[in-house]
């Protein structure tokens, strides 16, 4: 028997439900990103925050994919990054009004939308979910490790 399939059935059942909200976070997350990419256009400095926002809305996708899909630490730890970032950044822009840095535009504003909201609940749920995944997942010995030294 696999250490998987030995596993616990509430345990399965439990990282089961991270996996999905550590999916769904990133989904919701570029779902709105994608929506707001367009009237966000005008936003311009080097970089408009449209174009801005799609990126972000492009790395969420692929994170919600691969921690559904690949399933492996990498991909929840690429998802736990973008999650992260996007909510420092989303906090930085609503509490400090930092102007253009660069060729990124001046995002500063104070008001926390229904949109931000939402997208700041979806990472915190992404970076909790993730956070679990990582802290909890099987553990395999490196590979040539063929368990305790021999004694001699």
Same mark, same amino acid.
């Given at each position: =028997?696999?250490?998987? $399939? ?8 439990? &990282? ?31 970089? $408009?925050?449209?174009?801005? #926002?799609?990126?972000? $809305? ?10 559904? /899909? ?7 730890? #690429? ?11 989303? /906090? ?14 001046? =995002? @500063? @504003? ?5 949109? +931000? +909201?939402?997208?700041?609940? $979806? ?8 956070? #679990? ?5 099987? &553990? ?13």
């Amino acid at each position: =028997m696999s250490p998987a $399939s030995s596993a616990p059935r509430g345990s399965r059942a439990v &990282r089961g439900l991270a996996r999905l909200l550590a999916a769904a976070g990133p989904a919701v997350d570029a779902a709105v990103h994608a929506r707001l990419a367009g009237p966000y256009d005008a936003v311009v400095a080097g970089i $408009s925050q449209g174009v801005l #926002f799609r990126v972000e $809305s492009g790395l969420a996708a692929l994170a919600a994919l691969l921690v559904l /899909v690949w399933r492996h630490p990498r991909g929840d730890a #690429f998802a736990l990054l973008v999650a992260a970032g996007g909510l420092a950044v989303l /906090v930085l822009y609503t509490a400090v009004g930092i102007g253009q840095l660069g060729p990124v535009p001046d =995002m @500063y @504003y104070p008001v926390w939308t229904g949109d +931000k +909201k939402l997208v700041a609940a $979806s990472q915190i749920v992404t970076v909790l979910a993730t956070g #679990f995944l990582l802290l909890t997942g099987r &553990r395999r010995p490196a590979p040539g490790y063929a368990g305790a030294l021999p004694v001699t």
